[in-house]
């Protein structure tokens, strides 16, 4: 018992020191004042309380900041959702406006033609090696025909192949099927331009003609089937050879196919 109590000697000084401590702050409490022990004693009861309570305080202090990085990653998620949302909604308002403009440009265009000319949605299309055609929303319901002209406010893109009682079928100026007669805008000559799938060709045009890259070819009216000067090519590249009396012209389309979304129905 003697040895453990050598051995532990320090240990009991420091329990004995904060007994009595604490035995004499609770006389001066009892009588009313405080002695000269009031700081020591005060001083180490509060190491001991500090050193009791700090883990707690650690601890309460970990589960607070837990608390407050759930929250926050809430937030986030809540936030990231939101402007997912947002964009979405974005995206549709924007494709909503540029319809709009399409089709207040188609309708702008449509007061240099005969007030019983169509606007009509493309949905749908074949370009296929053999073929060149477009499906829109109107037909012969609507008063649309047959080798009616269709139109964009860019310029020409075919003329009705088909027409059933809610759609119709446009067969492209690329089609192989399809031919319009054409002149230089810049001297007037003329010609006819055949679809050939990739591209356009400008046949029986003279060797002598004046065809030169760039050149825009616009409807002539020769045809029966398009008002004249309508946009419809260019021309891309002009081929001459000594053995025969007439030019390889090579036109592109004005209109880019893929990216019709509204036309214009000439009804005559």
């Given at each position: 018992m003697l040895g453990f109590i050598k051995k532990h000697k320090r240990s009991f000084f420091i329990l004995f020191l904060f007994a009595l401590?604490?035995?004499?702050?609770?006389?001066?409490?009892?009588?009313?004042?405080?002695?000269?022990?009031?700081?020591?004693?005060?001083?180490?009861?509060?190491?001991?309380?500090?050193?009791?309570?700090?883990?707690?305080?650690?601890?309460?202090?970990?589960?607070?900041?837990?608390?407050?990085?759930?929250?926050?990653?809430?937030?986030?998620?809540?936030?990231?959702?939101?402007?997912?949302?947002?964009?979405?909604?974005?995206?549709?308002?924007?494709?909503?406006?540029?319809?709009?403009?399409?089709?207040?440009?188609?309708?702008?265009?449509?007061?240099?033609?005969?007030?019983?000319?169509?606007?009509?949605?493309?949905?749908?299309?074949?370009?296929?090696?053999?073929?060149?055609?477009?499906?829109?929303?109107?037909?012969?319901?609507?008063?649309?025909?047959?080798?009616?002209?269709?139109?964009?406010?860019?310029g020409v893109i075919g003329r009705i192949q088909l027409a059933l009682q809610g759609t119709a079928k446009v067969v492209l100026l690329s089609d192989p099927g399809s031919t319009i007669a054409v002149r230089v805008q810049r001297n007037r000559e003329e010609g006819l331009l055949e679809g050939k799938i990739s591209h356009c060709a400008l046949k029986y045009v003279s060797y002598y003609a004046d065809i030169q890259e760039g050149d825009l070819l616009i409807t002539s009216g020769m045809d029966g089937l398009y008002p004249p000067g309508l946009p419809v090519a260019t021309v891309v590249k002009v081929t001459r050879h000594e053995a025969s009396a007439f030019q390889k012209v090579v036109a592109k389309p004005i209109v880019r196919f893929s990216r019709v979304e509204e036309v214009l129905v000439l009804r005559k």
């Open positions: 401590m604490f035995w004499l702050l609770t006389v001066q409490v009892k009588s009313g004042r405080f002695s000269f022990m009031e700081r020591p004693v005060l001083a180490v009861s509060g190491f001991f309380e500090r050193t009791i309570t700090a883990p707690f305080r650690f601890v309460g202090s970990v589960v607070d900041g837990y608390v407050v990085l759930v929250h926050t990653e809430r937030e986030n998620r809540r936030l990231k959702e939101e402007l997912e949302r947002l964009k979405l909604e974005n995206s549709a308002t924007n494709e909503i406006l540029l319809e709009n403009e399409r089709l207040r440009e188609a309708l702008g265009f449509k007061k240099y033609y005969p007030p019983t000319s169509v606007v009509a949605q493309v949905i749908g299309g074949d370009l296929s090696p053999s073929s060149s055609t477009l499906t829109i929303s109107k037909g012969s319901g609507d008063g649309i025909e047959k080798d009616m002209a269709v139109i964009t406010p860019s």
